[in-house]
């Protein structure tokens, strides 16, 4: 992840922008109109998670990480909080993982007893006849 851009930009005016230009562009602006209005905004990570193989395409952006200081030189303290958020982030969605893990193994043994059961009644079934 980069603080800009990994695509090479657009030309001129009439070549249209690509998708991760356009959302690194607007990530910007957004973010910047909010270290103005927020004082006690240090930092801001976006992460791009784009659908099937995109992501793992070397020329495309995968986020985009800004300082209210300016990107030329993060601070070490800003440094390291955007890592522990990001890092409160990530153990966010791995709890969210664990659970939807939980869940489906759940699932998963519910639906194997009841195959079981129905195997169970057809080869009753197939006795009996």
């Known amino acids: 992840m980069s603080?800009?851009?990994?695509?090479?930009?657009?030309?001129?005016?009439?070549?249209?922008?690509?998708?991760?230009?356009?959302?690194?562009?607007a990530f910007r602006s957004t973010c910047n109109a909010m270290f103005l209005k927020v004082p006690e905004l240090r930092s801001v990570v976006v992460v791009y998670?784009?659908?099937?193989?995109?992501?793992?395409?070397?020329?495309?952006s995968?986020?985009?990480?800004?300082?209210?200081?300016?990107n030329e030189h993060k601070t070490p303290d800003s440094m390291s909080g955007s890592m522990g958020a990001l890092l409160q982030s990530a153990a966010h969605i791995l709890d969210e993982n664990f659970q939807m893990h939980a869940m489906?193994?759940?699932q998963l043994t519910e639906v194997?007893?009841?195959?079981?059961?129905?195997?169970?009644?057809?080869?009753?079934?197939?006795?009996g006849n």
């Open 3 to 25: 603080t800009t851009s990994t695509t090479t930009p657009a030309s001129d005016d009439n070549d249209p922008l690509m998708f991760d230009e356009a959302l690194t562009i």
């Open 49 to 60: 998670d784009y659908y099937r193989n995109l992501n793992d395409a070397p020329n495309i």
């Open 62 to 70: 995968k986020g985009l990480w800004l300082s209210a200081e300016g």
């Open 104 to 106: 489906l193994q759940q």
């Open 112 to 127: 194997s007893k009841e195959l079981l059961e129905k195997k169970n009644e057809l080869e009753a079934l197939k006795k």
